[in-house]
Nanobody, 126 residues
């Protein structure tokens, strides 16, 4: 069983930055594909970013490309999401997710993932 715990959310003003982290336990983290999703108020969950097992490849939603960076530290069993130039529409609960099985690339659908964290709230004021 894999457990994921996000941290780093908070309240920021538009244009500021935040870095989210997601610590994994259970399983072999270096073999997981990791992803970040978000769900804003009265919105459906949406894909944000994903990173492959070895950090050699990543993929982003168009809405965050150029502003967000996903990274991972396999020695620390942690995946990060650096969020720069935050916008009010980025207000959401951010979730990390782990895919432990083989699958296609990029895994943009929530159903591609096997385990989820509890989420961390990010609020961006205008």
């Amino acid at each position: 069983q894999v457990q994921l715990v996000e941290a780093g959310g908070g309240l920021v003003q538009a244009g500021e930055s935040l870095r989210l982290s997601c610590a994994a336990s259970g399983g072999t983290f270096s073999t997981f594909t990791m992803g970040w999703f978000r769900q804003g108020p009265r919105k459906e969950r949406e894909f944000v970013a994903t990173i492959g097992r070895s950090s050699g490849y990543s993929y982003y939603a168009d809405s965050v490309k150029g502003r967000f960076t996903i990274s991972r530290d396999n020695a620390k069993n942690t995946v990060y999401l650096q969020m720069n130039s935050l916008k009010p529409e980025g207000t959401a609960v951010y979730y990390c997710a782990a895919r432990v099985r083989w699958g296609g690339w990029p895994p943009e659908d929530g159903h591609d993932y096997d385990y989820w964290g509890q989420g961390t709230q990010v609020t961006v004021s205008s």
